[in-house]
T-cell receptor, first 114, second 119 residues
Framework: ETGVTQTPRHLVMGMTNKKSLKCEQHLGHNAMYWYKQSAKKPLELMFVYNFKEQTENNSVPSRFSPECPNSSHLFLHLHTLQPEDSALYLC?????????????FGPGTRLTVL | AQTVTQSQPEMSVQEAETVTLSCTYDTSESDYYLFWYKQPPSRQMILVIRQEAYKQQNATENRFSVNFQKAAKSFSLKISDSQLGDAAMYFCAYRINNAGGTSYGKLTFGQGTILTVHP
């Protein structure tokens, strides 16, 4: 374990459902990230939070809504997703997103949208 | 925009032998970092090695080393004495060094190379 946990590990949802992904880091970091990993595509950065403030939204559709209540927790709220949103969603953390610190990744949530 | 390209979707190697994974990137910046990440079948991605662009010396971490060719924008990973535990997907990644600026930790990844290690 790298100190970054994600729940659930697997999620199947319909297009009209609302669900949330959770990420928690136990490393004392101040930056947290959401990435999307689709088959045969590069890992895509979605959102960055640094000291609880969102600092990057990589043109992500509004059906994905992040929330960072504190530096240890990060959520991704999902609403009216599309089948093409099916992917592995990875959370990561680092000491400070403005610095070249190693990013530690969680195991991911495998999301399937029916 | 920066791009990272891994032209080898899959590679294989015999245990104890050496394999090289290739990566090229495109950037107009001169100060940046390059990384190799490993994602084993358990899916937890870990950092293998990193290279600072302004350092000419190639980075080395035990059996892992890189061949960094800045002019050619090439950053290959060499794995020596391959072990079964090296089997994973390997990602090359790039990040601009904008310390103190507004670079919010954006890593740009390649498509990945699946490495199989044969016993």
């Amino acid at each position: 374990e790298t100190g970054v946990t994600q729940t659930p590990r697997h999620l199947v949802m319909g297009m009209t459902n609302k669900k949330s992904l959770k990420c928690e880091q136990h490393l004392g970091h101040n930056a947290m990230y959401w990435y999307k990993q689709s088959a045969k595509k590069p890992l895509e950065l979605m959102f960055v939070y640094n000291f609880k403030e969102q600092t990057e939204n990589n043109s992500v559709p509004s059906r994905f809504s992040p929330e960072c209540p504190n530096s240890s927790h990060l959520f991704l709220h999902l609403h009216t997703l599309q089948p093409e949103d099916s992917a592995l969603y990875l959370c990561a953390s680092s000491q400070d997103s403005r610095k070249i610190n190693e990013q530690f990744f969680g195991p991911g949530t495998r999301l399937t949208v029916l | 925009a920066q791009t990272v390209t891994q032209s080898q979707p899959e590679m294989s190697v015999q245990e104890a032998e050496t394999v090289t994974l290739s990566c090229t990137y495109d950037t107009s910046e001169s100060d940046y970092y390059l990384f190799w990440y490993k994602q084993p079948p358990s899916r937890q991605m870990i950092l293998v090695i990193r290279q600072e662009a302004y350092k000419q010396q190639n980075a080395t971490e035990n059996r892992f080393s890189v061949n960094f060719q800045k002019a050619a924008k090439s950053f290959s990973l060499k794995i020596s004495d391959s072990q079964l535990g090296d089997a994973a997907m390997y990602f090359c990644a790039y990040r601009i060094n904008n310390a103190g600026g507004t670079s919010y930790g954006k890593l740009t990844f390649g498509q990945g190379t699946i490495l199989t290690v044969h016993p």
